[in-house]
Structure formats: C-alpha cells, structure tokens
C-alpha cells in the first residue's frame, strides 16, 4: 500500500494523471462534487496569500512567473494576461470540474486559474521526503506554463489536433506539451536565478527524474507502455527542464517541431 501511495503523490504534485497510470478514470469530465469550502481566487497578491508561510511563498512564485512571462510577451509586442491562483481546502470548484485534494495542483484552461491545495505540499513532505521551497515552486511553474500554452491558442490547437487522431498519437502530442511545459519551467528558473539557493536545479532534476512516465508506470505496475505515456520519460522530462534553463530562450521550448525528444 506505500508503493502506491508513493506512486500518487508522485503522479499528482507533478500533473501526471495517477488514474491513468492505476487503471482508474480521470477526473476530467467527472461529476462536480459538493464543495466543502469556497476557493479563494488570488491574482498574485491580496486575499489568501497572508494565510500562511506557504501561501505567501506561492503567491511570490506566481509574481515571479508574471515578471518574467511579461517581459518575454512585452518583447513581441504582446500583452500577457496574467492567470489567478486559487487556494482551496479538501473540495472546492473550478471551471474544469471538482478540484479535490487528491487531484493536487493543476491548471485548467477554462478558467484560466491554478488551483492548489496547499495541504498537498504538506503530504508530498511528510509522506516523500520531498518538500523544499524549488519543488513547490517547480510544480506552479510548470502550470503557469499550461497557461502560456493557453493563451497563445497553442492548448486549443492540440485539443483539436488530439479529436482528430487515434489515441497513440493524441498521447504523444500531450508528452510534447507537458515538456514544453517543463521547458518553460526552467526558462522561469533561469530567470530567477537570484532567488535560487544552492541545489535547487540539482533538486528539479532528480525530481524530473523520479516522474517520468517510464518511472511511474514501473513502480505503480512493473512494466511500462510507452504508447500510453502523457508527460515524458524520465531523461526527457530533465532534459526539457535543462533546455528551458540553459537557454533562457521560449523559442528552444519548441517540443513539437524537435525531431527527438
């Protein structure tokens, strides 16, 4: 039962579908359950981020997603319309469905939002061992990216892209995003490189490393199946992550006219 256990928080904190890895159903498309208590939408700063230590912390790392996402916009002439973050306790709703605690945190694209429950960052400390200020700040990254994907029409584009093909091919126009989303993870590291501490990118890596598709599939059922990957393998997940980082450039996060991956 630890395994497994491992296997979700791992799957999860990481926007990797844990159903899809377990055999179960997603929860996109699910029945909206009740909510337990109303989110709290912060845009960077105001209600919500004075909560706690983490909340603030999240909120700074939103801030610190816009600057650097402003500027790369401001540099082609662009506005970046800056996503809102929402916290919320056990259950709450968002434009996508329920968002639950054991979904952790995701971006969805119909609002326009991050949803997080702050309480899973307590989960993936206690039960992992893998808390930290960059691990946190890693996984709001990594959605703010799904937004600039949004916003550009790059996320419509490959939902109409994936209705079309077979389900193979749609899993691996989903891997080129979650990569370009990680890319875009490490172009925002790069950009804050003042703010990081010692380790922190070493910390990043081993944390690509531990949620690849390839890793979790082989804890969760002991083999893999490449054709039902979502996210990357392990060594793509870091190399994307190390690309967006060493180049500081949005235009080398190209996941989908990279021949390799």
């Known amino acids: 039962m630890g395994g497994l256990v491992i296997v979700v928080v791992l799957a ?20 909206a359950v009740p909510q337990q208590q109303a989110p709290s939408a912060v845009p960077g700063e105001g209600a919500g981020c004075e909560r706690s230590d983490l909340h603030r912390f999240s909120c700074t790392v ?8 402003n500027t790369i916009f401001q540099q082609s002439g662009q506005n970046y319309p800056e996503p809102t973050l929402v916290f919320y306790a056990g259950l709450g709703q968002s434009g ?6 054991a979904t952790g945190p ?10 997080i429950d702050t309480s899973f ?7 992992l061992g893998a808390g930290g200020d960059f691990a946190q700040a890693y996984v709001i990254a990594h959605e703010v990216g799904h937004h ?3 916003v550009t029409g790059l996320s419509e584009q490959l939902r109409r892209e994936q209705a079309r093909v077979g389900k193979t091919q749609a ?13 875009y993870a490490g172009l925002w590291a790069r950009s804050n490189q003042q703010h990081l501490e010692a380790g922190d990118i070493e910390e990043a890596l081993t944390a690509a490393n531990a949620i690849g598709d390839d890793r979790l599939q082989r804890q969760s059922q002991g083999y893999v199946v490449p054709d039902s990957f979502t996210h990357g393998t392990s060594a793509q997940r870091m190399n994307w992550f190390k690309r967006g980082y060493e180049t500081g450039d949005p235009n080398q996060c190209d996941t989908f006219a990279a021949r390799e991956l």
Request: contains cysteine.
């Open 148 to 150: 600039v994907q949004t």
């Open 171 to 183: 899993n691996a126009l989903q891997v080129r995003m979650e990569l370009q989303a990680d890319c």
């Open 12 to 31: 999860l904190v990481f926007g990797v579908d844990p159903m899809q890895l377990l055999g179960g159903l997603s929860q996109q498309g699910g029945v």
């Open 106 to 115: 995701f971006y969805c694209p119909a609002d326009r939002k991050i949803y």
């Open 121 to 127: 960052f307590d989960q993936l400390e206690q039960q």
């Open 62 to 69: 939103l801030a610190d997603t816009e600057d650097t996402w």
């Open 96 to 101: 996508c469905g329920a968002a639950q605690s």
